[in-house]
């Protein structure tokens, strides 16, 4: 569809013109073998990227977090995560399914970061009835609050309290550049501590598939074996793989720089919204990254999942796509492909499909 302005996600990026042209070229090998070069290629710039020794490129940032889990957590094993985490709510529980590990969720405060008294308290003493703690993971950027990066302070500390029971410490990086610049820093900074990571290739980097998954060599080797298990090892992957390379720069078609951009438009989209009679629950300030959620009032005795379903058809017919949550409330991302002529068409569209469905004062 032409002009559909689509923000339900940053996973519907399509490859840019220097992605299309670089996998058309792309030199192949069999991976499975370890001598396709465009994927080694993509793997040592991750590397050199976040300061690590070693990466491995996946499929999916989900089999980059299931791979990583596989290889930190015996059977048994207890991972700390996250209460709103990617992996206790949209991974189809494969912590349990395939890790065996069982979970022990803790609720992030507002600011994204745990409380690190509770953090030690979640801790499992050496006790043959429970579980041994065998993870911590955390998030960066930090979905449950709109994307909040998390500074490279904060995760030494979690690892610190990690280590100090001898437990490593895992960060899911499937937004990690939008950290980096979102803070002005390098990803190697924010992981120095960390004993592994995955970052996406697939969202705001713009890439049609691939995560990929850093750490240790002998991590990356127990990875590998588990990438396999999980039926994640491809063949001539330097076809996709070479859009990665183009993602990961250095030079003008890189994506990681124009992350900014992406920020930008969302804290404009969010100051229109705000100011929008019938939004509510949208402070723009806590817009750090490309990550929007806002509340809809209904009016008085409507029913709030009513309203919502009849605004989302109503910015849908627009040409406009958001994605709601089962709370009622409704989230936009931007990312590459949306410029600020689509942000100030959204905010228009909305404003009309506010007052089409009677959600706002405002007259058609
Ligand atoms: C998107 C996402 C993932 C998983 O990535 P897929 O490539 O969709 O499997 C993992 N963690 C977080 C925080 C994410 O946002």
């Known amino acids: 569809m032409p002009d559909f302005i689509d923000l339900r996600s940053d ?34 710039r991750a590397a050199e990227l976040t300061g690590k020794p070693a990466a491995l490129y996946v499929a999916s940032g989900t089999m980059g977090n299931l791979v990583s889990h596989m290889s930190h957590v015996p059977r048994g094993g207890e991972i700390i995560a ?48 429970q579980p041994p703690t065998a993870l ?57 501590d960390a004993d592994s990571a995955t970052f996406c290739l ?40 070479a859009a990665g390379l183009v993602a990961l720069g250095p030079g003008p078609n890189g994506m990681i720089e124009r992350l900014a951009d992406d920020h930008t438009n969302a804290t404009a989209l969010a100051e ?38 009849a605004f989302m058809a109503e910015t849908g017919s627009r040409g406009l796509a958001y994605t709601q949550y089962p709370s009622g409330r409704v989230r936009a991302l931007t990312h590459y492909g949306i410029e600020r002529t689509d942000i100030e068409r959204a905010l228009e569209i909305t404003r009309h499909a506010l007052a089409a469905v009677g959600l706002s004062a405002a007259t058609v």
Request: aromatic share 4%; proline share 6%; net charge negative.
């Open 272 to 309: 229109g919204l705000a100011a929008m009679d019938g939004i509510v629950g949208l402070d723009p300030a806590a817009i750090t990254t490309n990550y929007i959620v806002f509340g809809l009032r209904p009016r008085p005795g409507q029913d709030l999942l009513d309203a919502r379903e």
């Open 136 to 192: 911590v993971t955390i998030e960066n950027t930090h979905s449950p609050t709109m994307g909040r990066p998390l500074t490279a302070d904060y995760t030494s500390q979690v690892a610190t309290i990690a280590h100090e029971q001898a437990v490593p410490l895992h960060v899911d990086g499937a937004r990690l550049f939008n950290s980096v610049v979102a803070q002005d820093t390098t990803a190697a900074a924010l992981l120095a």
């Open 82 to 129: 996250d209460a709103g985490a990617h992996l206790v709510q949209l991974e189809a529980g494969g912590y349990a399914v395939i890790t065996g590990a069982t979970l022990r969720p803790i609720a992030a405060g507002a600011d994204g970061t745990w409380d690190f008294e509770t953090l030690r308290a979640a801790f499992r003493p050496d006790d043959d009835h």
């Open 11 to 44: 996973t519907v990026t399509k490859p840019s013109p220097a992605m299309r042209s670089a996998m058309a070229a792309a030199e192949v090998g069999d991976d499975v073998f370890g001598d396709d070069p465009t994927v080694i290629a993509l793997q040592e």
């Open 202 to 241: 697939s969202k705001g980097l713009g890439c049609p598939v691939g995560s990929l998954v850093i750490g240790s060599p002998e991590f990356i080797d127990r990875a590998r074996r588990a990438r396999k298990l999980v039926g994640g090892a491809m063949r001539q992957a330097g076809i996709i793989a």
